[in-house]
């Protein structure tokens, strides 16, 4: 099974979303990039997002910067696999 770095499923509850806005992180940010988005109830609440970088940690986020997206659990898994 995929593992976050903090040992989290990355298949379950998860999903991705696309940066529409990097305002006041555009050295953090891509702008129209594809991000994992992990589940974190706790920031929703706060109405931010936490998203995995290209070096695999996670980071709170505005979530207004981000619209999720719904990709196919096969497509899923292959961006997923470790290299």
């Known amino acids: ?3 976050s770095r903090r040992g989290e499923s990355l298949m ?3 999903c991705f979303a696309v940066c529409s806005d990097n305002e006041g992180y555009e050295s953090s940010l891509e702008l ?7 589940t974190d ?5 706060l109405e931010l997002v936490r ?3 290209e ?3 996670d980071y709170l986020f505005p ?4 619209e999720p997206i719904e990709i196919s659990e ?3 898994k292959k961006l997923l696999r470790a290299d």
Do not use: C
């Open 1 to 3: 099974m995929l593992r």
């Open 12 to 14: 379950s509850g998860n």
């Open 32 to 38: 129209r990039k594809l991000y994992l988005r992990l």
């Open 41 to 45: 109830p706790s920031a929703e609440r």
């Open 51 to 53: 998203v995995v970088d």
């Open 55 to 57: 070096s695999g940690e």
């Open 63 to 66: 979530a207004s910067f981000f």
């Open 74 to 76: 096969p497509l899923q």
